[in-house]
């Protein structure tokens, strides 16, 4: 009884009133993935996985190359939009317009599947247990998901430019 009445928790309330986060939580998720994302990028650095960029294959330090300027650069956009910067928007919506155009282009144009496809079985044909499903249904659906979630974070991002410096 004693903890509810007015006076114990006047003393108890603090004089500073906490300011509500200005970032709306769809940046602060699409930041987290952003960042999440690029750090997951140093696993294709280190398992030396080939990288697929508009129907081309690339291996070695050029693949290394592109996870890592792919990795810095969700890196930057994440922290930036965790810090509300323009700048960092302006570049979130064209890596989310890139990614967008290069996962349409590579599910709807045949070559361009089929080539991924080859690729993602050359990858795993050295395993001991090879995938036991068809590979692309698979291709089908993560693309369609990755569409999904570039078309929602442009969206997202525009929608919330009045929060942003």
């Not at 928790?9 to 709306?24: D, G």
């Not at 291996?59 to 994440?78: E, K, P, R």
């Not at 599910?107 to 395993?127: C, D, G, K, W, Y």
């Not at 369609?144 to 078309?151: E, K, L, N, Q």
Request: with cysteine; hydrophobic share 55%.
């Amino acid at each position: 009884i004693q903890f509810n009445t007015q006076s114990t928790k006047a003393a108890f309330a603090s004089p500073i009133s906490e300011a509500a986060s200005l970032r709306p939580l769809s940046i602060t998720i699409i930041a987290w993935a952003s960042i999440f994302g690029g750090a997951s990028c140093v696993i294709g650095i280190l398992t030396r996985m080939p990288a697929f960029l508009f129907g081309g294959v690339f291996n070695g330090w050029t693949a290394g190359v592109i996870y890592a300027v792919f990795g810095a650069l969700s890196l930057f956009i994440g922290k930036g939009l965790l810090d509300l910067r323009e700048e960092a928007r302006v570049l979130a919506i064209g890596w989310f317009g890139f990614s967008f155009v290069h996962t349409s282009l590579v599910t709807l144009v045949p070559p361009l599947r089929q080539r991924l496809i080859e690729s993602q079985r050359a990858f795993t044909h050295n395993q001991q247990n090879p995938i036991a499903f068809d590979q692309g249904i698979v291709v089908y659906g993560v693309f369609a998901v990755a569409a999904i979630v570039a078309a929602a974070g442009i969206w997202f991002l525009i929608r919330n430019r009045a929060a942003f410096k």
